[in-house]
């Protein structure tokens, strides 16, 4: 494996380096911004809100609770950080501030007022008219109250514990006719969005307006139901964000599934890396709030009335079609399509598939029949993150209860996935695969299969390589190419992978794949100083490269040479970028883009002049020192010539792109002489036509053009909308 002592490049004295966390952070506030885009249908731009505030969320559980343990080291330990986690947290908490006022603003006087252009009123508890008032009554004695136990908080030491992620409401209460109003009391109630099936509730319909409540406002205007005793009540929103790092060696000697089952167990009763609280709650109410969690003035946040703004995902419809983005149909791939079986497809020629644009079914057809497949003996697959229903698992499971020699790399330690990986990883096991818990002090992120066929007495390999994961259900928003192939340069280097899976013995030699953390590091350096060294030479040199995050400082540093070289370098950042371009003698040839639109942009893709014999890649893997480093990933060349030219037209158009792409000031891109290109369905309608044509264009001028043209006028319906 690769030494972190190897030479970094030689560079300026004074590197400079956007701030990790206030990079993610402003990334987050390009999701925002499409919140606020009123080109945006209406109820996409509320997913949309829901999106930052589901980002968010992770981000205090994970990067913030992170800064905290840092801050908590030893000085000495401290020292040796690139960054004061202190200063940091301090930037973080004030830039977190600044977008969470934004957002409560792009609610209150965008996304309300435009919901109640179209009849839509999202009521509060004093919006209510009579007959509204009874029938949210009768609703909440029969649907809500049933799923609620107030807690009462008093003077004793009683602990109380809130769950992570729940929203609870304050509530202070008391009799006014008391003297003094002794009779204060305070309680804590639950919300329960996931008992109720949602945070929503859909009032009746009247002269054509539709009104909708949060279910806190129900219970808010229904507190004299629940607590008849009293005639005053103010009651106010709170939620605990607890940290959800997983405490565990990363080794896998023992049971490593029983200790990410205990750790599960432990997030949920993590330490709370932050409370978000209305800032009209009253101070005593407050006081009593965190006497009784024991939480402290530095983990409280200012939030708004309503918490958990990720629940607008559920938000209801109202079957308002034109409210949404208008329906794409799932495209599909115009070779395979006609062929009855894949396996036999895949032994002409290699296939790319490219998602959400066109079917995932593909894969499903593929591992559905490797399962049949009586000549199929042996099927490998690496799972990172896969549906809740998988059909690729079912499928595995069902190859090793028809015999086959089924190996399954299942990656326990994928974040927020460990629990269905862990039932996954049983099903596999009651039906006889061979499932491999990861590798030690490594986390498998590459997106691998290895299907092995006898043809003639002789074994033969087929591979699926891809940038996304075995899950159907996130193919129709993430944005990802994979690879069909049987071509023996990259079936031998996939079995060399899995052959490290078995054996965990770095001494793999790759004629092809680049796999971290083995050579991958070493290839993408090697293919970069070449493109420094033909700059030198007064030869053509560039590379376009796209990925979710940048921030290795390695990778960087060579950037910025290969820049001062004169090498020409155009980055798709969708999320972190710590580089920092085009600065004077340093980044002047750098320039990033970010693409934040309907899909994620979630492939990583890597083109190098070569000075005219062009290399690109595609992978797994972003440039994070964590990836290059710390994970098994897989970068894998594209040969075959037309696939080659798919790639490069779909990338093409991204850096085309005039109409989602921001700097990374977050400004948005506006070329002297709009083409209006909106990339994601540029490529829509560019593998639309392929499609239609029943046959894979060469990428050239005339085709970009073409298809430029009607995306852009795609582009403007859904703006008009």
């Known amino acids: 494996m690769e030494k972190e002592k190897d030479k970094e490049p030689k560079a300026p004295a004074e590197y400079t380096f956007i701030n990790r966390e206030l990079s993610w952070l402003a990334f987050n506030y390009r999701v925002l911004q499409e919140a606020k885009d009123k080109t945006v249908p209406l109820l996409e ?46 930037q973080v908490l004030k830039e977190v501030h600044r977008q969470q006022e934004e957002f409560g603003e792009v609610f209150r006087e965008g996304i309300l007022a435009d919901l109640r252009e179209h009849d839509i009123h999202l009521l509060t508890e004093n919006d209510l008219n009579k007959e509204q008032e009874e029938w949210v009554q009768d609703y909440f004695r029969e649907t809500l109250e049933p ?64 009104h909708v409540m949060f279910i806190d406002d129900v219970i808010r205007f229904c507190l004299p139901l629940m607590f008849p005793n009293y005639k005053s009540f103010v009651a106010h929103a709170a939620k605990v964000s607890r940290d959800a790092e997983l405490d565990i060696e990363e080794e896998v000697s023992g049971s490593l599934m029983a200790k990410i089952q205990s750790s599960l167990k432990k997030r949920e009763t993590g330490y709370p890396a932050r409370l978000l609280y209305d800032p009209e709650t009253p101070q005593e109410l407050l006081d009593m709030l965190k006497a009784h969690t024991g939480i402290t003035d530095d983990e409280l946040v200012e939030g708004s009335k309503y918490h958990n703004f990720r629940d607008f995902f559920g938000f209801p419809d109202f079957n308002l079609p034109d409210l949404k983005y208008t329906p794409q149909p799932v495209l599909l791939h115009p070779q395979l399509e006609q062929e009855p ?52 698992a079912k499928a595995l499971a069902k190859a090793a209860k028809n015999g086959k020699l089924v190996t399954v790399v299942v990656e326990l330690r994928a974040r927020f996935d460990e629990e269905s990986n862990i039932y996954w990883a049983g099903k596999l096991q009651k039906a006889g695969a061979n499932v491999i818990f990861g590798v030690p002090d490594l986390k498998v992120h590459s997106k691998l299969g290895l299907i092995t066929r006898n043809e003639k007495g002789r074994l033969v390999n087929y591979a699926y390589l891809s940038t996304g994961n075995y899950n159907e259900d996130t193919s129709t928003i993430y944005a990802d190419h994979a690879l069909f192939t049987s071509d023996k340069r990259l079936t031998k280097d996939v079995e060399q992978v899995f052959n490290f899976f078995i054996d965990r013995q770095p001494d793999k030699k790759f004629g092809h794949l680049l796999m971290a953390p083995l050579n991958m590091r070493q290839g993408f350096t090697k293919l970069v100083d070449q493109e420094i060294k033909n700059a030198k030479k007064g030869l053509p040199a560039s590379m376009i490269l796209k990925m979710n995050a940048l921030q290795d400082e390695r990778m960087i540093k060579k950037l910025y040479a290969a820049s001062q070289a004169g090498v020409k370098i155009q980055l798709l950042v969708r999320g972190i970028c710590c580089l920092v371009p085009g600065v004077e003698g340093m980044s002047e040839n750098i320039q990033v883009r970010s693409i934040v639109d309907r899909y994620l942009e979630h492939a990583r893709v890597y083109i190098f002049h070569n000075n005219g014999d062009e290399q690109l890649y595609i992978a797994s893997a972003d440039w994070m020192t964590r990836n290059l480093n710390r994970r098994v990933e897989v970068a894998f060349p594209i040969y075959q010539p037309d696939l080659a030219a798919e790639i490069r037209h779909i990338i093409e158009l991204q850096l085309s792109d005039d109409t989602k792409t921001r700097s990374v000031d977050n400004d948005y891109i506006k070329p002297p002489s709009p083409t209006h290109v909106r990339s994601q369905y540029a490529t829509y309608e560019y593998l639309s036509q392929m499609a239609q044509a029943d046959v894979a264009p060469k990428a050239d001028t005339a ?17 008009k909308k």
């Open 147 to 210: 799923l609620l136990l107030p807690i009462i908080l008093d003077e004793t030491d009683t602990h109380l514990f809130l769950q992570d992620q729940m929203v609870y409401i304050g509530v202070k209460m008391w009799d006014p006719t008391e003297d003094n109003c002794k009779a204060v009391r305070f309680a804590m109630l639950e919300v329960p969005t996931k008992k109720h099936g949602g945070r929503f509730v859909k009032l009746p319909t009247v002269d054509g307006q539709r």
């Open 703 to 719: 085709a970009k053009a073409e298809t430029t043209s009607k995306a852009g006028a795609v582009a403007k319906k859904e703006k």
């Open 341 to 392: 079986s894949l396996l036999a497809a895949m032994q002409g020629k290699d296939y790319l598939v490219h998602y959400p644009y066109q079917s995932f079914d593909y894969v499903l057809r593929l591992f559905e029949e490797a399962a049949n497949d009586p000549k199929v003996t042996a099927i490998s697959a690496t799972l990172y993150r896969v549906a809740a229903k998988s059909k690729v």
């Open 45 to 90: 731009r509320i997913k949309f809100m829901a999106i930052f505030s589901s980002n968010l969320d992770e981000y205090f559980k994970v990067r913030v609770a992170t800064l905290k343990r840092l801050i908590n080291l030893k000085k000495k330990t401290r020292k040796k950080l690139n960054d004061d986690p202190t200063d940091t947290l301090d």
